[in-house]
């Protein structure tokens, strides 16, 4: 069975940091991409980055880069991504999915989680 299990959401102040954790099970996690979305209330989900972890190529929406950063333990199948000086804006529900292809944007991943909220106060 395909799981992905997000953690490390909360409520933090703006300009404070989270580390959000993706544990990853059931499936070959050496020949998939991970990739990081959220959904905003009242917006469409938006995938934020991804990491290819058969090349390691790494990638990352306009509207994050700076200030998000993913990386992967392959030995603990496992996708982190670190959110520095967060913003209001960055409030949304955090979800981690896993597909043969690093996708951003609207791109439909074929394994998804449960997601972790994220919520930034001012």
């Known amino acids: 069975e395909v799981q992905l299990v997000e953690s490390g959401g909360g409520l933090v102040q703006a300009g404070g940091s989270l580390r959000l954790s993706c544990a990853a099970s059931?499936?070959?996690?050496?020949?998939?991409?991970i990739g990081w979305l959220r959904q905003a209330p009242g917006k469409e989900r938006e995938g934020v980055s991804c990491?290819?972890?058969?090349?390691?190529?790494?990638h990352y929406a306009d509207s994050v880069k700076g200030r998000f950063t993913i990386s992967s333990d392959n030995a603990k199948n496992t996708v982190y991504l670190q959110i520095n000086n967060l913003k209001v804006e960055d409030t949304a529900v955090y979800y981690c999915?896993?597909?043969?292809?690093?996708?951003?944007?609207?791109?439909?991943?074929?394994?998804w989680g449960q997601g972790t909220q994220v919520t930034v106060s001012s």
């Open positions: 999915a896993a597909d043969p292809i690093c996708g951003l944007g609207s791109y439909a991943y074929e394994y």
């Open positions: 990491i290819n972890n058969y090349d390691g190529s790494i």
């Open positions: 059931g499936f070959t996690f050496d020949d998939y991409a």
